[in-house]
């Protein structure tokens, strides 16, 4: 598993809630600011919410991330503006997998913790996720999560399809994931 706190200072890492090891951003992207969230967020929020990076440069930003070409991924980018320009507007913007539009992200609010993710294939040695400004405000990301799906069949992606998630439902669980 590849694991993103987006924002986090350089070769900082730190063990989750859920005792995923986390990196920094700083070896994926070569663009971009980090800010830390220090006030404006629930006392709950996973610690991948308290960081962000934030692009006010160019239209479009990157992130280069290594995987191994032919398997399967799933690519999960996590989002929570916090607030960290005192602008008090949730910006809207869109996020490409590489030159495919994944999603356009627009937040209600600026504690709203939102996530998106896509099953893709890896059809090179790295796996490009981008952040397009729509000039509708200064595009962020809190995190990337990348883990492989080998051995997992009935996941129809390849070269030429992904899926993005829907929905994601627990139907017998008892109690809180």
Known sequence: FLNIDCGLPANATYRSETTLEYVS???FT??????QLDSGIPNDA???YRTLRYFPRYKRNCYSLPVTQGTNYLV?????YGNYDGANTAPSFDLYLGVDLWDTVK???ATHMYWTEMLSSATTATM???LVNTSMGVPFISGLELRPLSGINGYKV????SLVTFQ???VGGTASV
């Open 158 to 161: 390849n070269a030429t399809s």
């Open 107 to 109: 937040l209600d609010n």
């Open 25 to 27: 951003d700083s070896k």
């Open 168 to 170: 994601r439902v627990d």
């Open 30 to 35: 070569s663009n971009g600011f980090e800010k």
């Open 76 to 80: 999960r980018a996590s989002f929570m």
């Open 46 to 48: 996973p610690t991948i």
């Open 128 to 130: 490009s996720v981008c």
